[in-house]
């Protein structure tokens, strides 16, 4: 899901050529039915205390939190919903 984002956010043959290379050396992990149900929850929880963000970083920061990865991010989304996550 992560390199989703990123792949769709890349501009110029630069950004596409970095990318290219960090996905040879990035670590995969699954997202199986217990991140499914984090994002689940985080979704719930995020919107409980209004904040509403895209399904996708739902899931990156669901996915984060399940495996106690840290994000590293530019995106002011993920400073609102790790620390939901995080409590999951």
Same mark, same amino acid.
């Given at each position: 899901?992560?390199?989703?984002?990123? =792949?769709?956010?890349? %501009?110029?043959? #630069?950004? *596409? *050529?970095?990318?290219? &290379? $960090? &996905?040879? &050396?990035? %670590?995969?992990?699954?997202?199986?039915?217990?991140? =499914?149900? *984090?994002?689940?929850?985080?979704?719930?929880?995020?919107? &409980?205390?209004?904040?509403?963000?895209?399904?996708?970083?739902? #899931?990156?920061?669901?996915?984060?939190?399940?495996?106690?990865?840290? $994000?590293?991010?530019?995106?002011?989304?993920?400073?609102?919903? $790790?620390?939901?996550?995080?409590?999951?």
């Amino acid at each position: 899901m992560t390199l989703v984002e990123l =792949w769709n956010g890349a %501009q110029g043959h #630069v950004e *596409k *050529k970095a990318l290219e &290379e $960090l &996905e040879a &050396e990035v %670590q995969l992990f699954p997202i199986n039915e217990v991140v =499914w149900a *984090k994002s689940r929850l985080l979704a719930r929880r995020s919107r &409980e205390k209004g904040v509403t963000v895209s399904s996708t970083d739902v #899931v990156i920061a669901a996915c984060a939190a399940n495996y106690n990865l840290e $994000l590293e991010h530019c995106d002011n989304h993920f400073d609102k919903i $790790l620390p939901i996550a995080n409590k999951l």
